[in-house]
């Protein structure tokens, strides 16, 4: 159930869904017959075998299984691997890999019970960093870690022409967002968000709003300015879904601080 405090003519996850992924960067078969060994800095060690274009075999300790996925080509070497659990529809993971320096971050998602958290966002999100292949081997590059480079960005997202929103990043923990073309025009929100970076350029950014349950995972390629991503949450029917999403990214100004008074 979502929390009472949804404005009546708030709209539903799949209304603001339909469309989103128009601008989104295709998938790639690229991994299909390939396997990534993931060991994260939280003690989690994941092998992944693609046994096709979008089926992977996974295995984590006693568990195992044989699930959907996608995989992006989102920068030079850099892939962002999305994928969900039949035998759990409420959670989601994706891995976002550099093939090259072997860094990679993990985001999990899960839709939390209403009663779990009360007064927190229903979709619960855990990053963390780790490498690919042989963890004795020191990857190389930048360590994907928690920055404050997009603190005073705003910035606009157009996922397709009936789908523009503005985003306006306010502190390390929370961000402003508001619908200027589509079905959602005149809606915004301040709600909670995680920036990672993960390389130059890159970044990693999630949120998790408030007044209906759902989050996003995305990578912003500001070489490119593309954003590639995905939402998981609870439609106007009650099911948990994955969607997948995209926009071109273009920057509109920045806020500037002074010294002793920064955001969080």
């Not at 990534?36 to 274009?53: P, Y």
């Not at 839709?111 to 020191?138: C, F, M």
């Amino acid at each position: 159930m979502e929390q009472a405090s949804r404005p009546a003519d708030w709209k539903h996850f799949d209304d603001f869904a339909a469309g989103i992924a128009t601008n989104r960067l295709p998938v790639t078969d690229r991994l299909a017959g390939k396997s990534l060994d993931v060991t994260l800095q939280n003690g989690r060690a994941v092998r992944l075998n693609f046994a096709s274009a979008d089926r992977v075999e996974w295995a984590e300790g006693s568990a195992a299984g044989q699930d959907w996925y996608e995989a992006i080509d989102v920068a030079p070497d850099v892939l962002f691997i999305n994928m969900t659990f039949s035998g759990r529809p409420d959670e989601d993971e994706a891995f976002i890999v550099n093939l090259r320096t072997r860094r990679v971050l993990s985001v999990r998602e899960r839709v939390r019970p209403a009663s779990e958290a009360p007064g927190e966002p229903r979709v619960r999100q855990d990053y963390t960093p780790g490498i690919v292949g042989d963890p004795a081997v020191p990857a190389t590059g930048i360590e994907p870690a928690p920055t404050r480079d997009l603190i005073g960005l705003t910035a606009h997202y157009e996922y397709s022409p009936q789908h523009v929103y503005e985003h306006v990043y306010l502190s390390s923990q929370r961000y402003a967002w508001q619908n200027i073309v589509g079905v959602q025009r005149g809606h915004g929100d301040v709600d909670l968000a995680t920036t990672y970076k993960f390389d130059h350029n890159q970044y990693v950014f999630g949120f998790r709003e408030f007044i209906i349950p759902v989050a996003s995972i995305f990578f912003y390629n500001w070489d490119d300015m593309r954003s590639t991503g995905k939402f998981l949450g609870v439609t106007s029917q009650g099911t948990i879904e994955n969607k997948p999403a995209g926009a071109f990214i273009e920057m509109k100004s920045r806020t500037a601080y002074d010294g002793n008074k920064q955001p969080v």
